[in-house]
């Protein structure tokens, strides 16, 4: 069975930094473009970043530009997001996925066919 597992939420102070990993079940997922969004309570589920399957393109919410970093490594069908300078807006659960489509830059969760379960972020003030 495909999956997806993230790791790496938690809980910390606005400021600081958290870097999550979503692990791919099958080396398949190294031609997919992978993604992560996230989901405030109350909250429809909204694109953060995106990477390329060979890692040469990126795309990011304009929320998160400039302080969080998406990146892969297709050797371990893993797929990381870094967060730095976290606020409490951050606070979110947080979902990577995975997209088979070949289109460029795809954002909304339609466009994505596979999710892992969610790990929660919390920012603290």
């Known amino acids: 069975q495909v999956q997806l597992v993230e790791s790496g939420g938690g809980l910390v102070q606005a400021g600081g930094s958290l870097r999550l990993s979503c692990a791919a079940s099958?080396?398949?997922?190294?031609?997919?473009?992978r993604g992560w969004f996230r989901q405030a309570p109350g909250k429809e589920r909204t694109f953060v970043a995106a990477i390329r399957w060979s890692g040469g393109s990126t795309s990011y919410a304009d929320s998160v530009k400039g302080r969080f970093t998406i990146s892969r490594d297709n050797a371990k069908n893993t797929v990381y997001l870094q967060m730095n300078s976290l606020k409490p807006e951050d606070t979110a659960v947080y979902y990577c996925?995975?997209?088979?489509?070949?289109?460029?830059?795809?954002?909304?969760?339609?466009?994505?066919?596979?999710w892992g379960q969610g790990t929660q972020v919390t920012v603290s003030s």
């Open positions: 996925a995975a997209s088979r489509r070949r289109v460029w830059v795809p954002t909304t969760p339609n466009e994505y066919d596979y």
């Open positions: 099958e080396r398949t997922f190294s031609s997919y473009t």
